[in-house]
Structure formats: C-alpha cells, structure tokens
C-alpha cells in the first residue's frame, strides 16, 4: 500500500501529543486494521497491544458495527441535539444505563472523553447550587491524573507536561497524593499499602472546608500516567469521606470503562459506587467519537426538577452530542458485549494476561510493573545521557522499536502501557509480549 499522492506532504497536519518534527522524518503510519492488528503504509502487518487508544475493545472493524454506522448515515446523518432528539440516543442511553452501578441512571452525550469531564465538572456545580450551595465551587484532583485536555480536565488533572504551557488553569482546584508506592512495585492488582493516601482529601476538607468543595475526580485506575492501580481499600476511603461532607465523588473511567477492568465499570470491580461516571472510547468501540456522563438519578431529578416545567434545566451541550452515527455505533457495540458476555470474557483472560506481562521484571531496565484486568503499565528505567537521566527518551526509543518490529504499544515518558482488546487469544498476548520482551531487552 502507498501512500496516496495527496498526502505525500506530511507538513500540512499538525499531530496531536506528538513529536511532529521528529515523526515526519520517519512516520509512523495506521493505514488499515482488521481484528486485533494494524497494517501500515508499507503493507507491514503490526499486532495491536493498545486497543487503538483504550478504545477497540472489540478489535479494530467490526463488521457489524461498521454497517451499522453506514446504514445509519443513510437514515438519518444529523439531527439537532437541543430541543429535538434522535430515537437512537434514547436506546444508547438506556443500554448504558442498564450497565451502570445501580442508581446512575441517566446519561448525557458528549463528543469524547474531555467533554466528559468538563460536563460532569458543570453537572456537579449545577446540583450543588440547586440544593442552595452554590458556595461549593472547589474541585479536588489528584497528582498525575488525567483528565483529558480541556482547562477543566487539565485543572483537576495532575500531569505536568499537559498543565505547564497553559498557565494558572482554573482556580480553587486541590489535589491529592498520587498512589504509586515503592511498597506496591511489581504486585499485580490492588497493592496492599497505600489505603491511607485518601486521607489526602480529608486534609484538603480540612484546609478549605467541606462546604466548599464540590466534587472529587479520580480515575479508579490512573490509566495514561502509566496505570496506577489503586491501594486496597483506597476507593472505599475517598467514598466515605466524600459522604461525611456532602462532596461529589466522580469516576472517571473513560478508560477503565466497558470491560477494561472485567466489568462493565472499575466502580463495580473495585465496590465503590461514585456518584457520576464519565467515560468515552469504548462506548462505541472507537469507531465513532462519543463521550457520556452518567448521574444518579438524585442529582439529574434535582437539577431537571429546579426550574419550572418548560425551562431548559442545564445550560450545557454539544452539537454532536448524541450523533446519530454515533449513537448507532454505540448501540452495535454495546449488543455485542452483551450477545458475547465480552466482559465476563476479559475477567477470564486477565490472569493469563496479567502472567505474561509481569514475566517482563526479569529484564535488568523493567523497574516496576503494575497491571489490573487487561490494563498494565511496565516503567523501564530512563536512558542516561553523559551520565545523567533522560527521561523520556528510552521509552520513546522503544515505542519506535515496537512499531518497526510490528507492535504497537502506548508510551508515557518511560513507561509502556499495554490494553490489548478485550477480544484479544492467548497467541495474541503471546506475540505482543514477546515482540515488547524484544524491544525492551535491545533499548
Ligand atoms: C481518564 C481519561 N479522561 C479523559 C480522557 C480524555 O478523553 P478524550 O481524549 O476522548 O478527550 C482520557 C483519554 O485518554 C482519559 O484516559
């Protein structure tokens, strides 16, 4: 496959989270996929260790979900979300529902995962000025957490490099400890140390008072900082105390979302029931951009029920919230996990994903591995550069090596981020980690 002559330019698109200059000179191009793998530009075949970016849970074009979307294009393309709606998005929403912690029962369309977090950021002030405490206006976050990348998201995220260029973000923002432990390195799973990191939210109540915070974001598995596997008993903490004080405890799971962690939701794995969930990506399987946030019926009866019947209720919405496409993607997606029980499926395959992933700390530059349902971050020791630490360097070195030895992996400063699709066999498994193995043992 060549590239198609319009594109023999590479200098018109500027890529996101990418080193442009450096990747025009040897780019790295996704020309077609099929299943659990990718093929590029040149024709070569690579195996897929990221589902896409935590988004093709199913594998990469599934055929049902494709037509669906065709069809639908043919149907209806577009419609206007406000004051008027598309049948699907009613169906999507109840099939989302049904999944969702008991109690979260209603769900608002965004375009993705950042959208999300800013919408769910607005849901919580909006409920808290309904009930008479509009004084909450203070969110709680946590260090190298990420919450996509508008100033909301980047605010109460805790990645520096995604907060450095754009100044001061957005006011009255409080984070939390991270929880990576040196106690915890290389134990799969929750980690028994650490369950008093939440203390950390008890302390910013302390400092600023209960009644002016309005929620608190955490991803249930940190995912893009490396995955940070929360301690046993951590999330328990944060729900109590966000309980105590009338706070909002929101789980982002635009990546721990539909099967990742072996259930429809890290809340149900992990027994904690947040109050709102944002998620994106595999809601539909990548092939249609789509985000949603789902509340407890308490706060969407609350804030629908603050103005008088007629009155728009929240000031707050996207024109592509609830796109036809989208929605008819969503609902193909979410019929095959449920006709092939796909997350009790990657509840089975974690284990054996888990044993082959943490085989990788006999390799002298694997320092920690961390990993939980079919998610797994290896951190590799930073290269050296005249005898001082580069960060960042090897693992951009490894992610070049994969891809020209046919892998394709997700990479945080020095560390690999494995997801394969939820759908992914044992061979699958077997060729990912060994190609890494490879890749790691020559950086
Ligand atoms: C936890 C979390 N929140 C939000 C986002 C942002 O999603 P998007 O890139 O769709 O805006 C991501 C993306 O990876 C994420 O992992």
Redesign the pocket.
């Known amino acids: 496959m060549n590239i198609p002559a319009h594109t023999n330019s590479l200098e018109a698109y500027w890529l996101p989270f990418t080193a442009n200059r450096h990747f025009k000179k040897a780019p790295r191009l996704l020309a077609r996929a099929e299943g659990m793998y990718y093929w590029n530009h040149r024709g070569e075949q690579l195996i897929d260790g990221c589902a896409g970016?935590?988004t093709s849970a199913l594998g990469h074009c599934r055929p049902e979900i494709a037509a669906a979307v065709a069809d639908q294009l043919g149907i209806l393309d577009f419609s206007p979300p406000f004051q008027f709606a598309n049948p699907l998005a009613f169906e999507l929403a109840a099939m989302v529902a049904e999944i969702t912690p008991e109690g979260l029962n209603h769900v608002f369309f965004t375009?993705?995962?950042?959208?999300?977090?800013e919408t769910a950021m607005k849901i919580a002030l909006a409920w808290h000025r309904v009930r008479g405490q509009s004084q909450r206006q203070r969110f709680v976050g946590r260090e190298r957490?990420?919450?996509?990348?508008?100033f909301g998201?980047v605010s109460i995220?805790g990645m520096v490099k995604n907060r450095e260029s754009y100044g001061i973000g957005l006011p009255g923002v409080a984070h939390m400890r991270h929880t990576w432990l040196d106690e915890n390195r290389f134990l799969p799973g929750q980690g028994p140390a650490g369950a008093e990191l939440a203390e950390d939210l008890q302390r910013i109540v302390d400092l600023h008072g209960a009644d002016q915070i309005a929620a608190c974001f955490v991803?249930p598995i940190?995912?893009?900082t490396g995955v940070l596997v929360p301690p046993q008993g951590y999330l328990q903490r944060l729900r109590e105390i966000c309980d105590a004080h009338g706070i909002l405890l929101v789980f982002?799971?635009?990546?721990?979302g539909f099967g990742r962690t072996g259930a429809a939701f890290g809340a149900q794995s992990f027994g904690v029931t947040p109050d709102i969930i944002?998620m994106?990506?595999a809601l539909t399987n990548g092939a249609v951009?789509m985000?949603a946030v789902a509340v407890k019926d308490e706060i969407y009866d609350a804030v629908t029920g603050a103005v008088p019947e007629g009155g728009i209720e929240l000031f707050h919405g996207y024109t592509y919230s609830a796109h036809p496409a989208a929605c008819a993607a969503g609902i193909a997606t979410q019929r095959i996990y449920r006709e092939e029980r796909t997350f009790e499926g990657a509840a089975a395959l974690a284990p054996r994903f888990l044993d082959r992933v943490f085989a990788l700390r006999d390799l002298d530059a694997v320092t920690d591995i961390r990993g939980y349902g079919l998610l797994a971050g290896i951190d590799l020791a930073p290269a050296q550069e005249a005898g001082r630490p580069k960060p960042g360097a090897r693992g951009y070195a490894v992610l070049q090596a994969a891809y020209e030895a046919g892998l394709v992996v997700r990479v945080t400063m020095d560390t690999v981020i494995l997801a394969p699709a939820l759908v992914a066999e044992d061979a699958h498994l077997d060729e990912i980690v060994d190609k890494l193995r490879r890749v790691i043992a020559a950086s």
């Open positions: 970016l935590f375009g993705g995962g950042s959208e999300s977090v957490a990420y919450h996509g990348v508008n998201g995220g991803e940190a995912g893009s982002d799971e635009v990546i721990c944002t994106a990506k951009p985000g």
